[in-house]
T-cell receptor
Framework: AQKVTQAQTEISVVEKEDVTLDCVYE???????LFWYKQPPSGELVFLIR??????QNEISGRYSWNFQKSTSSFNFTITASQVVDSAVYFC??????FGSGTKLNVKP | KAGVTQTPRYLIKTRGQQVTLSCSPI?????VSWYQQTPGQGLQFLFE???????NKGNFPGRFSGRQFSNSRSEMNVSTLELGDSALYLC?????????????????FGPGTRLTVL
């Protein structure tokens, strides 16, 4: 069975700090997809990224970057120079339906 | 393009009642998935509908059911409500493409329906 672990329940940082959110998954599948979503206080999940298991290239999008390492079954998410607007709960997901428990990020001014 | 819409946004029911929630997907999307989000259990998958058929199902009791119409709109029904059913119910839509037999395409979420059971 698939399992997604986000061990960090809550993280607090001061604005402009870099922060990394961890995601570890378990699977026996050779083909799979990983996702990250952001859930701001308003409640609606916002899609951030989708990666397949064959593409281990790191992805960068503005202040966001993702590090996918198949060897350690991890798909970590880094926010560079965090901003107050980044405050939200971030979810990692495996193959669309399997979500981690989420990491609440608090960015303080 | 309009996003995923869910109605109603808030609902208050009492134990034993039943409730129906509605979800309208993004135009062109044929897959609709439902999730229950609670502080204790996190985000849990209920079921996915594709072309009016249930394609995947999570681990929820039979009190939770759904259906999908020919226009891809979906409804979720919960019968004999329990206090523990209080949650944010999220609907997500996607094109519904499969990869390796698995549903793996990107889904887009609606704002949710917050159900309170008293």
């Amino acid at each position: 069975a698939q399992k997604v672990t986000q061990a960090q329940t809550e993280i607090s940082v001061v604005e402009k700090e870099d922060v990394t959110l961890d995601c570890v998954y378990e699977t026996r599948d050779t083909t799979y997809y990983l996702f990250w979503y952001k859930q701001p206080p308003s409640g609606e999940l916002v899609f951030l990224i989708r990666r397949n298991s064959f593409d281990e290239q790191n992805e960068i999008s503005g202040r966001y970057s993702w590090n996918f390492q198949k060897s350690t079954s991890s798909f970590n998410f880094t926010i560079t120079a965090s901003q107050v607007v980044d405050s939200a709960v971030y979810f990692c997901a495996f193959n669309k339906f399997y979500f981690g428990s989420g990491t609440k990020l608090n960015v303080k001014p | 393009k309009a996003g995923v819409t869910q109605t109603p946004r808030y609902l208050i029911k009492t134990r034993g009642q039943q409730v129906t929630l509605s979800c309208s997907p993004i135009s062109g999307h044929r897959s609709v998935s439902w999730y229950q989000q609670t502080p204790g259990q996190g985000l849990q998958f209920l079921f996915e509908y594709f072309s009016e058929t249930q394609r995947n199902k999570g681990n929820f009791p039979g009190r939770f059911s759904g259906r999908q119409f020919s226009n891809s709109r979906s409804e979720m029904n919960v019968s004999t409500l329990e206090l523990g059913d209080s949650a944010l119910y999220l609907c997500a839509s996607s094109l519904g493409r499969l990869a390796g037999g698995h549903s793996t395409d990107t889904q887009y979420f609606g704002p949710g329906t917050r159900l309170t059971v008293l």
